[in-house]
């Protein structure tokens, strides 16, 4: 994995710390909603060739990018996801994602069972 010198840069960095601990203990629930909450957001910023290593988390994942076109890879499967298309990615699904150039992330964690009532 390579970090690109950008003033981003720690943003991503702070997220591959975090990354290498959930790696060894399986599902990543940092970002899951918390009691009381149905659905929690997150944006983040990267850097050309960035990568987030193989991961699940706990809740279900609305993943879209407002700027760069970003790499998901899940199983044997690979989207090209281009700016304001996204990606479902199922509560405890290990997937990647890689970016070939600057990203604006953008994600929805939705609890589990939350979208049959949507």
């Not at 060739?49 to 699940?56: D, K, Q, R, T, V």
């Amino acid at each position: 994995m390579r970090l690109v010198s950008h003033p981003i840069a720690p943003v991503a960095a702070a997220l591959l710390r975090r990354n290498i601990s959930f790696m060894r203990h399986g599902t990543l629930r940092d970002y899951d909603p918390g009691v009381g909450v149905s659905i929690a957001t997150l944006a983040y910023e990267y850097p050309a060739g960035y990568e987030i290593p193989e991961h699940a988390h706990g809740s279900n994942q609305l993943i879209y990018a407002t700027r760069g076109v970003m790499e998901i890879s899940a199983g044997k499967n690979l989207w090209l996801t281009p700016p304001h298309l996204a990606v479902w990615i199922p509560a405890g699904t290990r997937h990647r994602i890689r970016m070939p150039h600057a990203v604006s992330m953008r994600t929805l964690y939705l609890k589990p069972g939350l979208q049959r009532r949507l």
